[in-house]
């Protein structure tokens, strides 16, 4: 008989975080999912009164991120994958954002996953295993007009997670940087903040919602299973990119990087070090 695994699961409410919490459920796992507002849930709180807890948690509070992870060992006895995935969309040129809106998504989309992790570091380590998938973006390796913050947040939680990755690895917890493609999750709508437009960038905007379309993705729970498959892999990849098109994006985009090195190799050797 397999031991039922305990999720805990930010941005669980809706979008990516709804359908990773739905496909753990019907695995027959516990969760705990967590979001500003978790009156979403109540339809699957109700379906799973004894394995789904939702809990109202603001993870930009790092001392209520802390008292929520010791609420959740204490329900289910312990964590088993721990899904750093709450974030929001900060849409506007660099120029046009205020302090208070870089600050305010910094704090949910970098800081609030740090917070998680320092949280459940350690609980796992006192267990001895553990995973920590952390939901970063395809977009990671290089910024876009208008969605630079987002980029920004996501490509400094990769870099953390690396080292996060190295440092725990000791202990038996696992990490995975999860670099998901674009999929119908809402974020440019209900997650999104937006900048007050400059008419300087009129052009380059028109230019980008044109080239972006219409088209919000594919469904999340494409996605969720992939995510299921990889929590069950008995040594998983540090990083995975989650998404055909996106797979293939990231590899051109890699490939142009990798070309403008080579393009000016010769003024980079110039230099010592």
Do not use: C
């Not at 009164?49 to 993870?59: A, E, F, I, K, Y």
């Amino acid at each position: 008989m397999t031991t039922a695994k305990v999720w805990f699961i930010t941005g669980g409410s809706r979008g990516l975080g709804r359908a990773f919490t739905e496909a753990a459920l019907a695995a027959g796992d516990k969760v705990v999912a967590t979001a500003r507002d978790v009156e979403p849930l109540a339809d699957l709180a109700a379906a799973y009164p004894d394995d789904l807890l939702p809990m109202s948690l603001d993870v930009s509070d790092r001392q209520a991120v802390h008292e929520g992870v010791d609420r959740a060992v204490a329900a289910f006895g312990g964590l088993d994958i721990v899904v750093n995935n709450a974030g929001g969309l900060l849409y506007g040129m660099v120029e046009e954002a205020t302090e208070e809106q870089v600050r305010a998504h910094l704090d949910v989309n970098f800081f609030g996953a740090v917070w998680v992790a320092q949280a459940v570091v350690p609980h796992l380590r006192a267990r001895g295993s553990g995973r920590i998938l952390q939901v970063t973006s395809m977009g990671t390796g290089g910024g876009m007009a208008s969605v630079g913050y987002y980029g920004a947040g996501k490509a400094a939680l990769d870099s953390v997670s690396e080292a996060l990755a190295m440092e725990v690895e000791q202990f038996g917890i696992k990490v995975t940087i999860v670099q998901m493609g674009g999929y119908s999750t809402g974020l440019f709508t209900t997650g999104t903040t937006a900048t007050t437009p400059q008419p300087d960038y009129d052009a380059l905007r028109a230019q980008l919602e044109e080239m972006w379309g219409d088209d919000a993705g594919p469904e999340p729970d494409t996605a969720a299973a992939v995510v299921m498959e990889l929590a069950a892999l008995h040594d998983p990849p540090q990083r995975l990119i989650v998404g055909s098109r996106s797979y293939d994006i990231v590899q051109e985009m890699d490939q142009a990087r990798a070309e403008l090195y080579r393009a000016w190799e010769h003024l980079s050797r110039k230099a010592l070090g």
